[in-house]
Structures are given as structure tokens and as C-alpha cells.
């Protein structure tokens, strides 16, 4: 079975600040995907990055970016110059087998303070 | 690109009724999922289709529940007989077919039992 752990439930960041949100995973598999989806008070899921476990080079998408540490089985996003819109739940997850079935974290909840 | 459509947004039933949820997927996407997530946590996997063949069924998803896909396009989700514990953020998301795509979700049906 995955499962997929995010231990720190909120987080606070002063606006233009960088923070950096954990996650850990663990699976059997030698191939799959990391995702992190954040979800907004609107209840929208929206895709912010992901990763394949056979790529070594860590993945960026504008300010977000990870470190992929695939022997620790750790998945952390760095967000850069943090904005008030990224104030959001920021979930972790993780992707295998051939049904591409999603397994995620619990979240962790991200505030922004202006 | 549209994105996913889910229709109702909220849907408030009483104990023992039958409701049933629709999802319209972005438009080229065979691959369609359906996810439940209680307050404070991340989405649970219930079951996906790639076209019409629903190919993997979550045992969260008891008797009482039954999705289907019938021409490959839109999908339903029915639960009858619903229960307290039913209420919960049903998420529709869809993908391409090639593993690894990402999951792009719709704003989900929030279904309230009294």
C-alpha cells in the first residue's frame, strides 16, 4: 500500500518570504510520480508541480520548486517569494500502478500574512 | 479547454434518500476518477474509468454506491439508501490516458445529510 505523510498541519508565512512544506512517502515501486495539488477556500484542486521518481533533476514551475530526495523518500515544496494567493491547503501526493490511482497526504494548511 | 464540470455544486438531502452526482470531463480525457474527502483531509480514491470500463473500484465504495461512464464521456455517481457518514466533497478529475498525466479535478459536489 502508499501512504503518503504531511506532519505539519498549518504553516504561517510573511508575504515575499520563502517557506517550505514537508512530505514524506512510501512505496514499493520503483516508478512513479509526486505530485503537490493546492486547494484554495474555493475547493478547486489545482495541479502546482509534479515529479518523476526517475528523474534526478528536482522540478520547478516559477516560484515552486522541490527537493527530491528519493533515498529518504521525502518530497518537499519550496515556495519563493510567497504571495497572499498562495494562502491554501497544499496537498502531497503520490502516483503508481497502472490505474494511476492518487494517494494523498492530509494536507497542510498554508496562510500568507500580508 | 472548459476544464471539469461538476453538477449539483451542493446538494442537501435527508437520511435514506438517493442522490446521484455528474461529472463532465475536459473534453479529450479518457480517464476518469472519482475521489471523496471529509472535512480535513485529502481526497480518497472511489473508483476510474478509462472510456466506458470502469476498471478499479476503491472498498470504500460499499453497495450502496455505483458510478458509471456510458458512453465514455460524462459519469455519474449514485449512492442510495445515503447515511450520516456519506457527507463528504465527492471530486470528479480526469486525465489523459498515458500514466503520469495529471489529474485535473473539477470544483466537486458537496453532499450534506441531515
Known amino acids: 500500500a502508499q501512504t503518503v505523510t504531511q506532519s505539519q498541519p498549518e504553516m504561517s508565512v510573511q508575504e515575499a518570504e520563502t517557506v517550505t512544506l514537508s512530505c514524506t512517502y512510501d512505496?514499493?515501486?520503483?516508478?512513479?510520480?509526486l505530485f503537490w495539488y493546492k486547494q484554495p477556500p474555493s475547493r478547486q484542486m489545482i495541479l502546482v508541480i509534479r515529479q518523476e521518481a526517475y528523474k534526478q533533476q528536482n522540478a520547478t514551475e516559477n516560484r515552486f520548486s522541490v527537493n527530491f530526495q528519493k533515498a529518504a523518500k521525502s518530497f518537499s515544496l519550496k515556495i519563493s517569494d510567497s504571495q497572499l494567493g498562495d494562502t491554501a491547503m497544499y496537498f502531497c501526493a503520490s502516483l503508481t500502478g497502472a490505474n494511476s490511482k492518487l494517494t494523498f497526504g492530509k494536507g497542510i494548511t498554508l496562510s500568507v500574512r500580508p | 479547454d472548459t476544464g471539469v464540470s461538476q453538477d449539483p455544486r451542493h446538494k442537501i438531502t435527508k437520511r435514506g434518500q438517493n442522490v446521484t452526482f455528474r461529472c463532465d470531463p475536459i473534453?479529450?480525457?479518457?480517464?476518469l476518477y472519482w475521489y471523496r474527502q471529509t472535512l480535513g483531509q485529502g481526497p480518497e480514491f472511489l473508483t476510474y474509468?478509462?472510456?466506458?470500463?470502469?476498471?478499479?473500484k476503491s472498498r470504500l465504495l460499499s453497495d450502496r454506491f455505483s458510478a458509471e461512464r456510458p458512453k465514455g464521456s460524462f459519469s455519474t455517481l449514485e449512492i442510495q439508501r445515503t447515511e450520516q457518514g456519506d457527507s463528504a466533497m465527492y471530486l470528479c478529475a480526469s486525465s489523459l490516458g498515458q500514466w503520469g498525466q495529471p489529474q485535473h479535478f473539477g470544483d466537486g459536489t458537496r453532499l450534506s445529510i441531515l
Open positions: 474509468f478509462q472510456n466506458e470500463a470502469q476498471l478499479e
Open positions: 473534453s479529450e480525457h479518457n480517464r
Open positions: 512505496t514499493s515501486e520503483n516508478n512513479y510520480y
